[in-house]
């Protein structure tokens, strides 16, 4: 760069080279962005487009107007929907983040041996597809033949029953948990990493215990970060599909068509054949997305503010 | 590593370009009608699901060499949401395709399927059963498919297990059968005589039509739905009992546990299809040599009278290029002597032909998983007791999935299976009249 500029040019191949310099950003950006537009905007568009139709079996097609958004504002089964994972989310986000941010405290504190280890293995639920983790989990909990039941029976115990109406949902939650507390104990551990090691030595100077630097120092530094996940997972947690649509198998009078507001939108979309009315459920759940999350961040930067 | 890498990407693209180009230009050939050679070449596309069809599908090439078929396996499931994508969008479908006799409404409501008349398909009516033939055409005299395989229903049980109960045979009433099933209970705790498939909308749909329900009428637009008929209701009310009396296995079907339960002896009978007996035998190893299959219980004494729970028919997609060929293709797969033949004996596909079914060598093949016994021959004999009459609705998948999910809850202690039954037949009357339909009830 700085030899280009030092050599001396024609005004004409300077003023090109502006240009150049200009576009460069967007020629980089190309490939992103025509990938941006076509799997992503338009999509999103014609599922707007589709939002505002009807279509019946005898009739056809017509435009609707907002009366698919009017139905889904009051749809019971919508609704439940996004209550039962907002209850979900209240005991999966804490538990999930929570563990994940011990890891990372342990890890971080390097009085742990054989430390690449323990990251990686602690990461590695995260490898695995979800499909398989369901399916092992599935199996862990099988009511007839699981290895829960097994060592239920050897002792004599009854068997844990995983797969009623309100154990389920924090089978699920543990399920997810598994996989996903390696992936935030990463990022946690980077953002610890990234904190200048005299910061200890003036704590330790300082006479801080161990605890009162994680708690005064440690935490307040990585705060960011830990908004930053906790909105992630809460998007995560109200995305909730695959688990639970892979565990309909083995519990299928719990898990319904409308367990959650993303199996309802497929199964609206792909059983019912109502594509207008599963775009009008999506929609309406990424405004509740959207709304939890500003809601959160707002909170917490008035917190800041104070 | 980068050194080696480069070339190789290289190579690696003009390779794949050439044959980009090469993939180009074949169909633009093939589609140009001015170079055609001395035969014009026919392609059809066809899609099926089940196993080894290519086999078939060489036997008409052979027949027919300026027809060419090319065979696509996309799967039950997906077949039919990609169909349904395709035909949207108004490309990308095939010529034929296999379809199950309960999609065929949901086809015809989009005007889907080549009416098969025109290309001789009355001519061979009479080949089959006529349960089977009634599934595919329509009262103003349409042919809409070609009957492929299905799935007569019986009951697959452990004679040991039966005998060991006192039931030196099947009890031939369901109101017998029940209280077998109570005192099995009672005597074996823990295990059943049978299972409840409160998940398998199939299954349910298969034992309510054994029972007389006629959930569905459409004509034109005007559409009967009765779900919760009395008959319907006898079912539930049935079930119910076994239900209250805890004297059925209610695991879940299609699942590991609930294949391990049949051979292990936990449940002692399967209420189950033609298809049925196969699969049983890929799935059980200790049970082998003790399972007998018999006919269903009736609902009223002295009756014989029995339902289908599967199967599949081919179909010519109506917008189709070549509907002479599609249409002759699709007759061939399902009247064909030889192919049709290679169903049953390759595939273990149960048969609608009516040859194919009265033939001693097919049917009366000694089975030893099932003690030496001719397991074809009793699902033969139900083949020609279906009840006749049972329509199914153009939203199968919805009505399927609204059953399993009123059912489960009901199993699950909400309610009773009347009150599933009502709520479904609630729940489809709406669904009918958003969807244009005149519902009668």
Redesign the interface.
């Known amino acids: 760069m700085t030899d280009i500029s030092a050599r001396p040019l024609r005004p004409a191949r300077r003023r090109s080279s502006k240009w150049a310099q200009k576009l460069a950003p967007y020629f980089f950006l190309a490939p992103f962005l025509a990938l941006f537009i076509v799997f992503l905007v338009v999509p999103l568009f014609y599922a707007l487009q589709l939002s505002f139709f009807r279509e019946?079996?005898?009739?056809g097609i017509r435009f609707v107007g907002l009366d698919n958004y009017g139905k889904a504002l009051t749809d019971q089964k919508f609704w439940d929907g996004v209550l039962l994972l907002l209850r979900y989310g209240l005991f999966q986000l804490p538990v999930m983040l929570g563990a994940a941010l011990l890891l990372a405290l342990i890890l971080d504190s390097g009085m742990l041996w054989a430390r690449a280890f323990f990251r990686l293995g602690l990461f590695l639920p995260y490898a695995v597809p979800t499909v398989i983790a369901a399916l092992i989990w599935g199996y862990l909990y099988?009511?007839?033949?699981g290895p829960m039941t097994q060592v239920a029976d050897y002792f004599g115990l009854p068997r844990p029953d995983l797969f009623?109406?309100q154990t389920m949902l924090y089978a699920i939650a543990n399920i997810s948990i598994w996989e996903h507390v390696g992936y935030f104990m990463i990022i946690y551990f980077a953002a610890l990493q990234a904190i200048p090691a005299d910061f200890e030595e003036a704590a330790v100077v300082s006479g801080a215990r161990a605890w009162q630097y994680v708690i005064y120092v440690k935490l307040p530094l990585i705060r960011g970060t830990i908004l930053v996940t906790v909105i992630f997972a809460t998007i995560g947690a109200l995305q909730l599909f695959a688990e639970p649509y892979l565990l309909e198998?083995?519990?299928?009078?719990?898990i319904?068509?409308s367990y959650t507001p993303n199996i309802y939108a497929y199964?609206l979309a792909?059983?019912?054949?109502d594509y207008n009315y599963s775009a009008a459920i999506s929609f309406v759940l990424g405004a509740v997305v959207a709304v939890v999350s500003y809601v959160f961040q707002l909170v917490s930067t008035r917190r800041e503010g104070k | 590593m980068t050194n080696f890498t480069k070339p190789d990407f290289r190579l690696g693209r003009r390779g794949f370009l050439k044959a980009a180009a090469a993939g180009l230009a074949t169909p633009a050939f093939a589609s140009l009608p001015g170079i055609a050679q001395a035969q014009e070449t026919v392609n059809l596309t066809f899609w099926a699901w089940t196993p080894r069809t290519e086999n078939q599908v060489a036997l008409f090439m052979e027949k027919y060499p300026h027809i060419k078929v090319t065979l696509e396996s996309i799967g039950g499931e997906d077949q039919n949401t990609k169909l349904r994508a395709a035909l949207r969008a108004g490309s990308g479908f095939p010529d034929v395709v296999q379809a199950e006799f309960q999609r065929l409404p949901s086809f015809r409501a989009v005007d889907a399927l080549l009416d098969l008349t025109p290309y001789g398909a009355n001519d061979v009516k009479d080949q089959f059963v006529d349960w089977s033939w009634e599934s595919v055409s329509d009262a103003a005299g349409g042919v809409y498919a070609m009957p492929w395989d299905s799935g007569p229903m019986g009951l697959l049980y452990r004679a040991d297990l039966f005998e060991a109960a006192g039931a030196a045979e099947v009890p031939g009433t369901w109101a017998g059968f029940a209280e077998l099933a109570k005192k099995y209970a009672v005597d074996n705790p823990g295990k059943f005589l049978t299972n409840f498939g409160a998940n398998n909308g199939g299954w349910m749909i298969g034992v309510l039509w054994q029972a007389g329900n006629k959930p569905f009428a459409l004509n034109g637009t005007d559409m009967t739905i009765r779900i919760n008929d009395e008959p319907a209701k006898a079912w539930a009310a049935y079930w119910q009992d076994l239900l209250d009396a805890k004297a059925v296995d209610l695991t879940p079907n299609w699942t590991p546990e609930w294949f391990t339960a049949f051979d292990n002896g936990t449940i002692a009978s399967w209420i189950a299809a033609a298809w049925s007996p196969v699969q049983l035998t890929n799935v059980a190893n200790q049970s082998v040599g003790k399972w007998r299959a018999g006919q269903l219980p009736q609902w009223k004494e002295g009756e014989f009278a029995t339902s289908n729970w599967g199967g599949s028919t081919f179909s010519v997609i109506k917008p189709t290029a070549h509907p002479e060929e599609a249409a002759l293709f699709a007759t061939f797969m399902a009247t064909d002597g030889e192919a049709t033949r290679l169903y049953n004996t390759d595939q273990f596909l149960f048969p609608v032909r009516k040859e194919l079914l009265a033939d001693k060598d097919l049917m009366g093949t000694p089975s030893e998983f099932y003690g030496g016994q001719a397991v074809n021959e009793v699902f033969a004999e139900a083949a020609e007791h279906v009840i006749p009459g049972y329509q199914f609705s153009p939203f199968h998948d919805v009505f399927t999935s609204a059953l399993q999910e009123n059912v489960g809850a009901a199993v699950a202690g909400n309610g009773t299976l009347a009150d599933a039954l009502d709520r479904t037949q609630e729940a489809m009357v709406t669904y009918a009249s958003e969807q244009g339909y005149t519902v009668i009830t």
């Open positions: 019946t079996m005898v009739g099988g009511p007839s033949f009623n109406a198998a083995l519990a299928p009078a719990v319904t068509s199964n792909f059983v019912n054949q």
